[in-house]
C-alpha cells in the first residue's frame, strides 16, 4: 500500500516538494515551474536553445539550494568554452531565485541551424562551481566539478560522487509551450533523489579511476545495494513530459513512481521570480572600490550607472554620492 502525507493540494507549478521513501532509504525533492521561469526569463531577449539551458540550470539550483536549513543563498555557476560560456543561477532560501546567462548569439544561432544546440553543446567544456553562502560572518563553501560536454544532469551526479559521496539521481527537462494567440511560455521540472541509510557501509560506493595506474591495474568495483538500484530504476522511468506536465502534480507523479514502495509526500514550499538587487545593495558594491577605479567609472554627464544583469534595472549615482561613501 502507498502512503501518502496528507496536505493541502497545490497547483503543479513553481514549487518545490520534499519527499520519502522509507522503505528504500530514499529521500529527496521534485521541483516544477512554469510562470517562475517565465519570470526569470523575461529580462532577456534569450534565444529559445539558450532559455533551455536556463530552465536546466534553474531546476538545478533549486533541487539543490532548497535543502539549504539556513537563511542564506546558493549560487550555481559555469566558466565554459561553449557558445553559452557562464551561467549564473542565484537562488535565495527559501524561495528566491534569479538567473542569468552569457553567449555569443551568432555561435548559438550557428548551433541552432547545425542541429547541434542541445544544452550539453551550449555549453561545452568547462566547469560548474556550486557556491553556499551564509553571509559575511561565515566563510563561503564552494563545490567545483568539471563540465566534460555532458551537460548539467551528469555533473551534478559528478558532484555527488567526489564531493559529498552520496549515491544522488538527478532528472532535468524543460519545455517549451506555444500560445493559442502566438508567443509561448517555458515550463521545467526536476526530481532528485539520494540513498540515505542508517548503515552507512550500504551506501559505499567505487574508488575513483586510479588514473596513471599500470595498464592491467584490477579497478575497484561496488555493486548498488538492493533498494538503491530499484529506487534508480524507478526513477529512470520518469519522461520528461511527466516533468513538465502541468496537470500533473508533483504528489501524483511521486505516487506514480513510489506507490507500490510507499511515499511521504512532505508540505511544498512556494517559489517566485525575484531580484535581490536593490540600490542600497549597489551603492555598498560601488563602496568597495578605490577612488581611482570609482573614478573610472564616472561618465561624461558626471554620473555612474550600473546595471543588474539578471534583471535589467538600473541604478544612477551622482559621482559625488559614491565619493562620499568612500569618504565616509
Given at each position: ?61 533549486t ?62 567544456k ?33 558532484y555527488?560522487?567526489q564531493?559529498?559521496q ?12 506555444l ?28 574508488d ?121
Amino acid at each position: 500500500m502507498a502512503e501518502e502525507e496528507k496536505q493541502p493540494r497545490l497547483d503543479a507549478d513553481d514549487c518545490v516538494t520534499p519527499f520519502q521513501v522509507e522503505a528504500l532509504d530514499v529521500r529527496g525533492r521534485v521541483v516544477r515551474l512554469g510562470s517562475v521561469l517565465d519570470g526569470v526569463l523575461a529580462h532577456h531577449t534569450y534565444p529559445a536553445a539558450v532559455k533551455r539551458l536556463i530552465g536546466e540550470a534553474v531546476v538545478l539550483a533549486t533541487l539543490l539550494g532548497s535543502s539549504l536549513k539556513f537563511e542564506g543563498r546558493f549560487i550555481l555557476q559555469t566558466h565554459t568554452d561553449g557558445p553559452v560560456d557562464m551561467l549564473v543561477v542565484d537562488f535565495v532560501t527559501p524561495d528566491k531565485i534569479r538567473a542569468y546567462a552569457r553567449f555569443d548569439r551568432e555561435a548559438v544561432e550557428a548551433a541552432v541551424l547545425a542541429n547541434a544546440a542541445s544544452p550539453a553543446a551550449l555549453l561545452g567544456k568547462g566547469h560548474l562551481a556550486m557556491t553556499i553562502d551564509q553571509g559575511l560572518s561565515v566563510n563561503r563553501y564552494q563545490g567545483v566539478v568539471a563540465l566534460t560536454g555532458e551537460g548539467l544532469e551528469e555533473a551534478a551526479h559528478e558532484y555527488f560522487r567526489q564531493s559529498e559521496q552520496i549515491p544522488t539521481r538527478v532528472r532535468l527537462a524543460v519545455g517549451e509551450e506555444l500560445q493559442a494567440g502566438g508567443g509561448s511560455s517555458w515550463r521545467a521540472g526536476g526530481l532528485l533523489a539520494q540513498f540515505l541509510p542508517a548503515e552507512a557501509g550500504r551506501a559505499a560506493q567505487a574508488d575513483f579511476h586510479p588514473g596513471d595506474a599500470p595498464e592491467g591495474t584490477e579497478l575497484h568495483q561496488v555493486d548498488d545495494d538492493e533498494a538503491w538500484a530499484e529506487a534508480q530504476a524507478l526513477a529512470g522511468t520518469i519522461e520528461d513530459v511527466e516533468l513538465v506536465d502541468k496537470t500533473l502534480t508533483s504528489d501524483r507523479l511521486l505516487f506514480r513512481l513510489f506507490h507500490e514502495r510507499g511515499v511521504r509526500v512532505f508540505e511544498p514550499q512556494l517559489l517566485k521570480a525575484q531580484c535581490s538587487c536593490s540600490r542600497e545593495r549597489v551603492a555598498g558594491v560601488l563602496k568597495s572600490f578605490t577612488r581611482e577605479e570609482q573614478k573610472e567609472m564616472v561618465q561624461d554627464d558626471g554620473r555612474i550607472t550600473v546595471t543588474c544583469e539578471f534583471c535589467g534595472r538600473t541604478y544612477g549615482f551622482a559621482a559625488e554620492e559614491v565619493f562620499d561613501q568612500l569618504d565616509s
